[in-house]
């Protein structure tokens, strides 16, 4: 009798996931590949994180997403790993479990007031404009002076938005009641708080360009003596981005809409207000001979109505995986997933739950590059056993996952009612219409 084709199962249906898959397909186009997402809808932070303007990084879904014209490929979206599906059933029903879940917690600042309604992650304001259904609506009134506490390119993609006018956004995919908020707000500015020098800044000149050679953007830099940074040894991105950053500080903009300023050698030291957010106070910063970085107890408060922190995202556990708690990724060797030191048979992991919550999509590529040989390598080796069925397992539990035909109809139903708007497609972010639309 032929041997059966190996199944793999992927949990994560993000560019990591996706990537993965195209990978493994390429490398042996009968392998049977289910692809698991507790969303209705593939592309992680792809469709939930890349801001909403940034359309041709978006447009990267169109090349992932021919990975399900394979008959060998299904979507399994609407299936909780961890709750509906579990480790066990996976290794159970599957040759290879590749982790692709992505990180989806955030770091916090560690400072009084942090819990204060005004006061939340960035990772939270962006689930909200990107119209995740677990996002939770963001006001901005009374909101004129936002801080937001982190040098990445998400700090800045938060205060592009903030800057953009009123119709700059209608091309965008947004839902319209965030474009409603984002119309008719009254932010005027934005302070971006960096605890070190621009000269460690991790935001990327296109990003930084983008915001701060706006014609509405006046930039503004405090706490940098510009002759005392240092020039010798920085690479080419650093230097790039101190030309841009110093060249936009030094042009007056006339009649500009909004104040972006960056504050340099500062770092949070507490959240300010009684019910809500008023202020943010910074304690001036500095380094000595030793790289380390201290508090000179200087401090200052900033009037704001919004605090953000956009201080990096991290790996939540996924129930029975093992899991780095410091590092916040499931720990692995050459991508297969270790516990208690010793690699675990058929288990692997890729994308940001691998290597923690840093690179752009492209990186992503790469990764899944690095893990599939570990996995075609072990399927040549590992027993082929019975496996059990997965779709009987989820229907002994009452679950239906979706497909990819479902997905396409949440596509459809988007573009429609953006035509109702006059766009070319609005967002539909409630988990009751996308459970409609799936049926
Ligand atoms: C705000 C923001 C903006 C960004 N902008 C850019 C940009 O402009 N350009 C760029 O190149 N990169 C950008 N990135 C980086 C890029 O998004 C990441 O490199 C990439 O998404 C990481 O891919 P991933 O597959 O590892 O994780 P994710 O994209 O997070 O995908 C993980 C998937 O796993 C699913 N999942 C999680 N837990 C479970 C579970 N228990 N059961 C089932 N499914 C689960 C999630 O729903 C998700 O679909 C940005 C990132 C952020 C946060």
């Not at 288990?347 to 040989?373: C, F, H, M, S």
Request: charged share 25%; net charge negative.
């Amino acid at each position: 009798m032929a041997q059966r084709p190996p199944r793999i199962a992927i949990i994560g249906a993000g560019p990591s996931g996706l990537y993965t898959a195209q990978a493994l397909l390429q490398r042996d186009p009968e392998l049977s590949v289910d692809i698991y997402d507790w969303l209705p809808t593939p592309f992680g932070l792809l469709r939930y994180g890349v801001a909403p303007d940034h359309t041709s990084i978006k447009a990267v879904a169109v090349a992932l997403a021919r990975v399900f014209d394979s008959p060998h490929v299904r979507f399994r979206g609407l299936v909780e790993f961890g709750r509906h599906f579990t480790r066990a059933d996976a290794l159970a029903c599957y040759d290879a479990v590749v982790y692709a879940v992505g990180s989806s917690e955030d770091q916090r600042m560690g400072v009084p007031g942090e819990e204060l309604e005004g006061s939340s992650s960035a990772r939270q304001f962006v689930a909200w404009y990107s119209g995740h259904p677990g996002g939770v609506h963001q006001s901005l009134d009374g909101v004129n002076r936002v801080a937001v506490v982190g040098v990445g390119n998400v700090a800045l993609d938060v205060a592009r938005l903030l800057a953009k006018g009123p119709d700059e956004l209608d091309p965008t995919d947004m839902p319209e009641d965030v474009l409603a908020e984002l119309r008719r707000h009254t932010v005027h500015e934005v302070t971006i708080v960096g605890r070190r020098g621009p000269e460690h800044a991790s935001y990327t000149p296109t990003e930084l360009r983008e915001l701060a050679e706006r014609p509405d953007v006046q930039v503004l830099v405090t706490g940098v003596d510009w002759d005392a940074v240092p020039t010798d040894g920085l690479d080419r991105r650093t230097q790039t981005n101190l030309a841009i950053l110093r060249e936009a500080a030094e042009a007056p903009v006339e009649g500009a809409r909004v104040t972006l300023r960056f504050a340099f050698w500062e770092r949070p030291v507490g959240v300010t207000g009684a019910e809500r957010v008023t202020g943010l106070t910074l304690e001036r910063t500095t380094m000595g001979d030793d790289g380390v970085l201290r508090g000179t107890g200087d401090l200052t408060t900033l009037p704001v109505q919004l605090v953000l922190r956009a201080i990096g995202y991290r790996g939540r556990p996924v129930p029975g995986v093992p899991f780095d708690a410091k590092h916040g990724i499931i720990p692995t060797e050459e991508s297969r997933v270790v516990q208690d030191g010793v690699v675990q048979p058929g288990e692997y992991a890729v994308g940001w739950i691998k290597r923690g919550a840093t690179g752009v999509i492209g990186t992503n590529k790469l990764d899944a590059g690095q893990v599939v040989p570990s996995v075609l390598a072990d399927l040549q080796t590992l027993p082929r056993r019975e496996l059990a069925d997965p779709d009987a397992v989820l229907s002994s539990r009452g679950v239906i996952p979706s497909t990819f035909e479902d997905w396409r109809r949440i596509e459809d139903a988007e573009a429609s009612l953006g035509s109702t708007f006059g766009r070319v497609r609005t967002k539909i972010s409630t988990w009751s219409d996308l459970i409609d639309i799936v049926g």
